[in-house]
């Protein structure tokens, strides 16, 4: 597995490039895309193009050459295959066949983000991309809301004003969040602030809504005297409780006292 740069060429390893100079052969997520970064570096071994949803035939293919002894490199479009991208499959085949696999590691956007966020880094959840369908990125988001650890997406131009704007249908306005831009490329930018404050800079410029993006967010934290609030919303939820559902009330409740409606959800269920 030979991570490749996600942006600067500059950040391609020695290690990496030998490892590609040295294989029999290079499976590649696209290989026109890859041909580029191969030819920059003088590097002529075979390319084959591998999808882990491109069908087992490749993959076999591939594991066939690796039980008769030969050296296979995997690379996607750039960072760290397997991360976002294809490998999966291929990695996890090779290992119940007990072939080895060894990493050459190197750049992946999500470390990088992560590392110069000034959001904590000693715990944290990669959650990927969201679904594209608002729906379905808003209940994602749900799940995520409780999570206290640092969580990170990865989310493409098109769509990281919805995101950051449903990311604020649900966190609310104050969440802390990080957004790295381009990192490693010419118009590398970076913002640190809350959610509110994310989409301002998002819509002041229309270049901050180009390019590739992480987003880092920090995780829950409960506020201080949340636990105060709380015998007042259960209060709440026991005087509904005969005419309406307990997900219903927990709602009412959530909007009365300002608590969150699955905290209050838990302790009612609880109690
Ligand atoms: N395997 C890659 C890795 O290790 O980072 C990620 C592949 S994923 C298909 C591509 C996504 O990674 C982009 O949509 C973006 O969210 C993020 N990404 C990749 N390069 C980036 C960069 N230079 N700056 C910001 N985000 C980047």
């Known amino acids: 597995m030979v991570a490749t740069p996600i942006g600067n060429l500059a950040d391609f ?8 100079a040295a294989a029999d052969c290079i499976a590649a997520e696209d290989t026109r895309h890859s041909g580029k970064l191969l030819a920059h570096f003088g590097i002529k071994q075979p390319l084959i193009s591998y999808h882990d949803h491109s069908g087992g ?8 050459m690796l039980r008769d002894g030969a050296s296979v490199a995997l690379i996607s479009d750039a960072g760290t295959p397997t991360i ?8 996890k085949a090779a290992r119940e066949e007990g072939i080895e696999v060894l990493p050459i590691p190197g750049p992946s956007a999500l470390i990088a983000a992560l590392s110069v966020s000034g959001l904590p880094t000693d715990r944290f959840a990669f959650a990927g991309f ?7 990125r808003r209940k994602r988001i749900e799940e995520l809301r409780d999570e206290a650890a640092t969580w990170i997406l990865y989310e493409s131009s098109h769509r990281v004003l919805d995101c950051v704007d449903d990311l604020i249908a ?6 802390r969040i ?3 831009r381009e990192m490693t490329k ?5 913002f640190l602030g809350s959610l509110d404050q994310a989409a301002s800079w998002l819509r002041a410029d229309a270049n901050h809504l180009k390019g590739e993006f992480v987003l880092v967010l920090a995780g829950h934290q409960a506020k201080p005297g949340e636990d105060e609030r709380l015998p007042e919303a259960l209060r709440i939820v026991t005087l509904l409780k005969d005419d309406l559902p307990l997900k219903k009330s927990a709602a009412i409740a959530a909007k009365i006292t ?6 209050i959800y838990r302790a009612a269920v609880q109690k």
């Open 170 to 175: 649900v966190l609310g306005e104050e969440r």
């Open 130 to 136: 969201l679904p594209a369908a608002q729906s379905a």
């Open 84 to 91: 976002s991208d294809p490998g999966y499959a291929l990695v």
């Open 258 to 263: 300002g608590l969150r409606k699955n905290d």
């Open 57 to 64: 035939r490749t993959r076999e293919k591939l594991l066939q």
């Open 178 to 180: 990080f957004i790295a």
């Open 13 to 20: 390893s020695e290690r990496g490039r030998e490892a590609l």
């Open 186 to 190: 010419q118009f590398e930018s970076h």
